[in-house]
Every structure is written in C-alpha cells, then in structure tokens.
C-alpha cells in the first residue's frame, strides 16, 4: 500500500539578504494510511516550511516528496488532500455556503453533493448560523472552524493540518479533537502540527520532532518520552539540548 | 475548464461585491451627470465634447479598476496566502492564472459596459431636454460599440500588464505604479516617436531614436485603441486598421499571460 505521505531526504534553504538559510536538512519520514501523525517543533523549526513543501507551494532543493505517490508538482496529487494552513486566509466577501461550493466543485464533486454536505459540515463544526454571511464578518475561531470546513468538505483521504488548534477557545479545542478522533475512527490520515503537547498523546499514533530543520526524532509517542517525566520535558530537553534544559527546569 | 470557470466565477463575486468597484462606478455615474451641466456651456460641438467626456469616464473608471481591483484581487491572494485555498485543490497554478485574469476581465466588462450605458443614457437624456446638445455628427452605433470593444481590449492589455507585474513584484503598491506608468507611457509613446522624427523643431540624436523604438517594442500602445475620433466626427472606421490592432492586442495579451504564467510557475508560496 502507497504511504499517503513520502519524504525522501527534503532540503530546503532560503535567502535572507544576501545569504542563504537552511530550513529544511535532509527530512525523511512517511505517513502510513489510517495513522495519525503530530508534528512537533518550537516556532521556527521547519513545519509549516516543510509542509508547504509537501503541498507544492514551495519546491525542495533536493529531495523527493510524494502525495499518494505523486509528486506535489501534479495537480492531481491533491484530490484526496484537505488542507488547513496556519492562520488561513480567505475571500473575505465570499459566505461559508459559496466558499464550500467552490472547494467541493474544484476537487471534483457535482454541485448537487456539495449542497448536500454544506449543512451537517457547519452543523458539526457549530457555524451552521453563519452560512451565509460574508467570511469577513466571522471571527477568528469561526474562521479556523470555516478553513477545517473546506479542508473536510470532499471527504479527503489524507488531511493535512497547520497549527489546527490555533485561534481556537477550549470549546473549539474540544471539538476540534473530537473531530480528528472521529477520523481516525473512520481510518482518515492525519498529518498535524502543533505546539500543544496534551494534544499529541491524546490523538496521534506517531509523532515527528523538528528543530533548526533537523528532524530528531521520528517514532511512537513512548519512545519520544524515554526516559523523561513527561512530552514536555522531553521536548525542552531535545530543542535546548541538555546541559541547557538542566538550567531551566 | 472547469476550474478556471469556477476560479473566475469567486473572482467575479469577490470582485462585484468590492467597494472599490461601486464606488468607482458611483463616481462614473456622478461624472456623466456632471458632464450634463458643463456640455451647455460649450458654443459649438457639443456632439463631439459629449462623447469626448464619455470616453474619458470610461478610461477613466477602467484604469481605476484594473488598478485598485484587479492589481488587489491577484496580490492579496499572493501575498496573504489566499491562493493556498486555491492550489491546496487539484487545481494548476497555470489554471488559477487563467481563471483569475478572466474573473477580472468579465468584472472590467461589466464596469466598462455599465459606464458606456450611463454615458448613453445620459447623452440620450441631454439630447432629448437640453436645446444646446446636439448629437454627433454621422453617428454610428457600430462605431460607438467597436470604439467601447476596443476601450475595453486596452484595458485587457493594460490588466495582462499588471498581472505580469504583481507576480514578478509580489508588492501591490510598486505594481501599481509600474502599471500606472506603463499606462503613460503607453499612451503616449505612438506621439513622442512622431514628434522625434517628423517635429521640424525638433532635433534627437539616432541613439535616443532607436532607444524610443525600442521600448516601443515592449510596451503596448495603447493609443491605437483609442478610437474615440472616428465616434466624436462621424469617420467611417477601416476594418483592416480594427482587424490588425485586435490582433497586435490578442497577441500581446497572450504572449504576456504564457510570460506571467511561467514566471508563477516558479514562484514559491510562503
């Protein structure tokens, strides 16, 4: 079976001034189908670089990437992808219904099963009140809640998530997890990044850790922890390494 | 196709619903009723002073379109990341490219063509209840309406420009200068080459000749679009002169979309 997600020895570097900075060194992982996988790293590491890497936006120095077993650069690589990225960013005089309508359209469903899916979607993600308002008008979370919306709304195999729980209350947090465990039950691949770490043990199967775009660690949660009291502690221990970890904790 | 329909049809929406566009559309709405009070004052031609006005808030109201609209609806989509909405779908860059130069167009149609109305009804209005207003002479609507087409095509151009322009930039503000001056430039280019050779009072050196020429070469004319004359004095229009300016402006509109085309292509979105 192809692994829903394939990176093989990734590097990337970009220009800052007159120099170039190394984002990405040699990353190599893969997602298998049905798991869920956290992707971890302080600010700066490298997830949302090497997740734009993996949807195409940003092309790799070297290094393979592959999508369902094509490459990012085809298109059709993206059929069965949902995505969310940090922050996301929309037409702003667009309403929830006509934003749905185009992403379902444009990955391939007849306008006849978009409609049909528009209101349960909203229902489930607590926005239905709001389908017809321009996205300008929504807040923050509702706009997180409306991205997760059209990264869900063509039932995608494999959902790829920037920073999801970002921009969201406790409540929406709350929701946000039962969704994802809803589909993992429904045997979806989830590849995520995040900061927060309870999130981690509670959803994914698998994590990755990145820093300074070196991927250290690639496994099972328990094997993540070790030795260490918690994820967290193992997690400051790997990012500042241990001499510096010591001083902190 | 169907994406690019689908890409421009949001354009379309995102487009109409813009305050920019209605309010440049009220403005044109408020000039052509402007022109209704100062066209009397005018002693004689005021057929020709009529649709001079019309013309100019059409041009006008276009070039504030696919500067403040057009440029905005493709930049903000780059530099906001919205196009990552777009391409996370199975979706071509080239597609997206496609879908949103022709979401501007059909938005700038609809602008250019609700103003050629208003200046019509208008006129139409003057005509009717104002003793000094006389209509063109030898007036044809086919002329009108070839004139309004070919307004439009430079428009087109002018938009082929500063797409090209905001995906080499990625700034909104610089590409909108870069436009606006192309735009002078444009328009006023055809003149200046015609003054440097055939001025008797004019002396150039062959280098600032040729260099003329040349940029000549890149940048569109605008001015052979403007047909307005052959509508203000009742000229007949020659077909081979509309046939071969639509095809330099087809041409030049596609040879610069494959340019902007391959130039997105490369670009990296952050």
């Given at each position: 079976m192809i692994n829903p997600i394939f990176l093989e020895?990734?590097?990337?570097?970009?220009?800052?001034?007159?120099?170039?900075?190394?984002?990405?060194?040699?990353?190599?992982?893969?997602?298998?189908?049905?798991?869920?996988?956290?992707?971890?790293?302080?600010?700066?590491?490298?997830?949302?670089?090497?997740?734009?890497?993996?949807?195409?936006?940003?092309?790799?120095?070297?290094?393979?990437?592959?999508?369902?077993?094509?490459?990012?650069?085809?298109?059709?690589?993206?059929?069965?992808?949902?995505?969310?990225?940090?922050?996301?960013?929309?037409?702003?005089?667009?309403?929830?219904?006509?934003?749905?309508?185009?992403?379902?359209?444009?990955?391939?469903?007849?306008?006849?099963?978009?409609?049909?899916?528009?209101?349960?979607?909203?229902?489930?993600?607590?926005?239905?009140?709001?389908?017809?308002?321009?996205?300008?008008?929504?807040?923050?979370?509702?706009?997180?809640?409306?991205?997760?919306?059209?990264?869900?709304?063509?039932?995608?195999?494999?959902?790829?998530?920037?920073?999801?729980?970002?921009?969201?209350?406790?409540?929406?947090?709350?929701?946000?997890?039962?969704?994802?465990?809803?589909?993992?039950?429904?045997?979806?691949?989830?590849?995520?990044?995040?900061?927060?770490?309870?999130?981690?043990?509670?959803?994914?199967?698998?994590?990755?850790?990145?820093?300074?775009?070196?991927?250290?660690?690639?496994?099972?949660?328990?094997?993540?922890?070790?030795?260490?009291?918690?994820?967290?502690?193992?997690?400051v221990k790997l990012t500042l390494g241990e001499q510096n970890t010591k001083k902190i904790l | 196709m169907k994406t690019i329909g689908l890409i421009a049809g949001i354009t379309i929406k995102e487009g109409m619903r813009n305050r920019a566009l209605q309010g440049i559309l009220t403005i044109a709405l408020l000039l052509c009723l402007f022109y209704l009070t100062i066209i009397p004052l005018f002693a004689f031609d005021t057929g020709k002073v009529a649709v001079d006005l019309g013309f100019s808030s059409m041009t006008l109201a276009g070039l504030a379109i696919v500067v403040f609209l057009g440029i905005a609806l493709l930049s903000r989509d780059i530099q906001q990341s919205t196009v990552c909405m777009i391409i996370s779908r199975p979706i071509s860059r080239t597609n997206y490219v496609i879908g949103k130069f022709c979401g501007v167009a059909v938005t700038v149609l609809i602008a250019v063509l609700s103003i050629a109305l208003l200046s019509v009804v208008t006129s139409s209005?003057?005509?009717?209840?104002?003793?000094?207003?006389?209509?063109?002479?030898?007036?044809?609507?086919?002329?009108?309406?070839?004139?309004?087409?070919?307004?439009?095509?430079?428009?087109?151009?002018?938009?082929?420009?500063?797409?090209f322009l905001t995906c080499l930039t990625t700034s909104e503000y610089l590409s909108m200068l870069l436009t606006v001056c192309i735009y002078i430039i444009g328009n006023s280019l055809e003149t200046l080459i015609a003054v440097a050779q055939e001025g008797d009072l004019v002396q150039v050196s062959n280098l600032y000749l040729t260099l003329l020429k040349t940029i000549a070469w890149l940048v569109p004319n605008f001015s052979a679009f403007d047909l307005k004359i052959y509508v203000a004095y009742g000229l007949s229009v020659p077909w081979s002169y509309v046939g071969w300016t639509a095809v330099y402006g087809i041409s030049y509109i596609a040879l610069l979309a494959m340019i902007t085309l391959w130039v997105f292509k490369r670009k990296e979105i952050t």
């Open positions: 020895k990734v590097e990337k570097s970009f220009l800052a001034g007159v120099r170039k900075v190394k984002a990405l060194h040699a990353v190599s992982l893969s997602v298998k189908p049905g798991e869920v996988f956290g992707f971890i790293g302080p600010n700066g590491a490298g997830k949302s670089t090497l997740i734009n890497a993996i949807m195409g936006f940003i092309r790799p120095d070297t290094g393979e990437v592959l999508i369902h077993g094509l490459s990012p650069k085809m298109p059709e690589s993206r059929r069965k992808i949902g995505y969310l990225p940090e922050g996301p960013r929309f037409y702003e005089k667009l309403t929830a219904a006509e934003l749905l309508t185009f992403g379902g359209c444009a990955s391939g469903m007849s306008k006849k099963q978009v409609m049909e899916g528009i209101d349960p979607l909203l229902e489930k993600l607590e926005i239905l009140h709001a389908k017809n308002r321009p996205i300008g008008t929504y807040s923050k979370g509702m706009k997180q809640r409306i991205g997760l919306a059209l990264a869900l709304i063509h039932d995608p195999d494999t959902l790829i998530l920037d920073e999801p729980m970002s921009g969201l209350d406790p409540i929406g947090r709350n929701l946000l997890k039962t969704i994802i465990l809803d589909l993992k039950a429904d045997g979806k691949t989830i590849f995520f990044s995040t900061h927060i770490l309870n999130d981690i043990e509670t959803m994914c199967d698998r994590i990755g850790m990145i820093h300074k775009g070196d991927l250290l660690y690639c496994g099972s949660i328990d094997g993540f922890v070790e030795n260490a009291s918690d994820l967290e502690s193992r997690f | 209005i003057g005509i009717h209840f104002i003793v000094e207003m006389t209509p063109p002479r030898n007036f044809s609507w086919t002329v009108l309406l070839v004139s309004i087409l070919f307004q439009y095509l430079s428009l087109l151009m002018l938009m082929a420009v500063a797409f």
